[in-house]
């Protein structure tokens, strides 16, 4: 069994938190240390194994990250956590291999406009990196898998329509590059169930069996409906966060993730099990209340209640 | 062609309007009829052709529906406007047949338990008093039409779990008692996409080509994805509401209505036309925040914009 294989088995849907990370990266208040690590202690009583827990950035303008490396060792105090890092260039890369994160996300752009403009480079230099990423990897830490994720995978802020045969050439190529795994990204909320189906669908096929990560969005409402079609077309990996925390970085105000909550209720009631228990999860957001008073918190199944007769999947 | 495919053409997937009804039926402050005429002109103007006006009960009781008849008068100064009113007794049915209005809604339970608790009569009795109501239709106003809404269709909140072909069965009842349509209500959002898939599926064959109406909540989060899984079963008649307005009955609270702004946005995007301008609907949310001032309105796509390049299908 290869080791992505190990960190994300496949005997139930996993629903990543990464809040810790996406949640809070554009906050000005922020949760300490100690309650980061309530936080996962809650969500991982809950049921969830894998959080995104931060960025290796610098200190100085992302100074909630500071203590990206005790939240590693404290997630890894956890029985079968598993501690995921965003990294965004070769020094973070680095640093996150020798901090013993057992994932690295890299990012490249599913379009050639949206590459250049966020990374100024173009997709095939972001290739080079990746490979680079991945030589890095074998060198310092071969017990940390490596995930190339693909934003803009269902629509471009500034191409518009993506071609799902495009994000599968670029998923190729990373794979080819010697990656783990691939991830596709709703970065900008752009996707519908049918872009969501079209991309799922030969996503499942290019990866024969071994799992990878869909990263969808809120911000046009279609988080849930696109999360249903991704489920139906083979996906078994999901990006959410406690009360949807985290906006979106291109439109002020918007809703960002999907809210880690409902979206394990939709899977559990698709018939998708996730391990993850949601009440618990529901009383989990009383501590992003504590430490991020002035944070909207989402979500519809903290307004209600699980339906009568509930039965969660095993 | 009959009377329900002419107010129901079938070029286009319909999204009727049900906040003046659905939406304001347990609200303390509520629009006035000025008000309540702007905003039908709003959405007429943005496209919407059917509207839930009212409801026919005890203006002691419910004030706001007090002014029902003008408010159908009103919506048939529009061309192409249709004027839906829920009817819970014959006297209303009767009153709404001589009000002149397009559309009865009349309602009964998917379940024995909950048409008992509800209605107070068996299920056997509820289809009698539809029958009932078709005979006064056709002899007080032969050019309305009748649409049986079956609650609790997708999961009920006294018996739990709803097998889809019971809600065939009841459907079939209520056409062979004559009435024009059937609609299917996730009264209580109990509901995921694999119920509603079963439902629809089963619906799109029962009706073979005739319209339905799908009744969606958005109480546990899940109704974009629902409305999803009900487009793709051949659903084209969905009800939704400004901001969502409207909550849960049963969940003091909760999310109601599924938002209309987003609904369209959905639709658009799956590729069904509804005729309807995303962005005109988004401006009318300003008269609901008028008339109903301390009223939550919902939806996403109001918070952030349409997607670069976005189409609408035509």
Redesign the interface.
Known sequence: MSLVETLYPNDRVIIREVGLRDGIQMAEVYPDTEQKKRWIRAEYDAGVRHFEIGSFLPVSRFPQFADVREIIDFTHSLPGAVAVALVLNERGIEEALKANVDELTVVMSATEEHNQANARRSRKDSIKAIRHAVVLRDQLNPNAIINAGISMAF????A??VDPDEVIRIAQACLDAGVDTVGVADT???G???EVSAVCERMTRLLSGRPYVVHLH?????G??N???AL?AGATIFDASLGGLGG?PF?P???GNV?IE?MV??AE???FATGIDIEQLVQARKLIKESMPDEPLY???A???L???FVYCS
């Open positions: 629509g471009c802020s500034i518009g329509h900008v909320g752009y519908g169930p049918t809120n911000t046009r409402g279609t849930l409906a999360a249903a079609a139906k979106c439109a105000g918007a809703t809210v409902d209720y939709l009631k698709m018939g979500g519809d199944i307004k209600s209640s339906p009568k007769n």
